[in-house]
Each structure stands twice: as structure tokens, then as C-alpha cells.
Nanobody, 127 residues
Framework: QVQLVESGGRLVQAGGSLRLSCAAS????????MGWFRRPPGKEREFVAV???????YYRDSVKGRFTISRDNAKNTVDLQMSSLSSEDAAVYYC?????????????????????WGQGTQVTVSS
């Protein structure tokens, strides 16, 4: 069993930056693909970014160049560095872990491919 706990969400001004962190316990994440998803107000949860066990990264188009996902296997953490935030980035952000190894990173765009989820952390962007 893997427990995931997100942190770092807060109120930030438009154009600002924020770093989210996801800490895992119960099992090493070394062999897991780790993803970040978000649920904007009134919308469905959507894929944001994923980093595979090999370190390959994939992003949704709207965050490319602004968000960076990284992992520290020694600390069992995965981070999401976000910059140039806008109101469209406001959401509850979730960390997720997938134990399935797949060569095509787009495989992880679908939330059903994930085995474990955190409770989420709220990111609010003020204009």
C-alpha cells in the first residue's frame, strides 16, 4: 500500500510561482510512474504532468514551458514546480502513482491507469 500526501498549495498572485510536493510512504516509488492531476472548479479532473520510472516527462499542452515535474527517489518524493500561474491553473492538485510500466508516456494521461492517489492540495490564483 502506498500513501501519498501533497503539500504546497496556497493562494498565489497571477504570474507567480509555486512548488507542490508529494511525499510517499509505505513503498518505494522508484518503479512507479508519478503523475500530477488537477480538478479546476466545476470541471473534471485532468492530467497535468507525469514522470516515468526512467525519468521521462510529459505535460499537458497548456503547462508546457511553465511547469516542471521532478522526482527524488531517495526521498520518495515528486514535485511540481509551477510558474507564470494564471486563473486557469487554479484547481485542486492531486498526486498519483502508477505501478504499470509502459513505453508510451501518453498512457499515463488517463487517470484510470493510476493505483494510488493523494487527497489533493488547493491552488488558488488571484488576479
Amino acid at each position: 500500500q502506498v500513501q501519498l500526501v501533497e503539500s504546497g498549495g496556497r493562494l498565489v498572485q497571477a504570474g507567480g510561482s509555486l512548488r507542490l510536493s508529494c511525499a510517499a510512504s509505505g513503498r518505494t516509488l522508484r518503479t512507479y510512474a508519478m503523475g500530477w492531476f488537477r480538478r479546476p472548479p466545476g470541471k473534471e479532473r485532468e492530467f497535468v504532468a507525469v514522470i516515468t520510472w526512467s525519468g521521462a516527462v510529459y505535460y499537458r499542452d497548456s503547462v508546457k514551458g511553465r511547469f516542471t515535474i521532478s522526482r527524488d527517489n531517495a526521498k520518495n518524493t515528486v514535485d511540481l514546480q509551477m510558474s507564470s500561474l494564471s486563473s486557469e491553473d487554479a484547481a485542486v492538485y492531486y498526486c498519483a502513482a502508477s505501478g504499470i510500466a509502459h513505453l508510451d508516456g501518453t498512457y499515463y494521461y488517463n487517470e484510470v491507469k493510476y493505483d494510488y492517489w493523494g487527497q489533493g492540495t488547493q491552488v488558488t490564483v488571484s488576479s
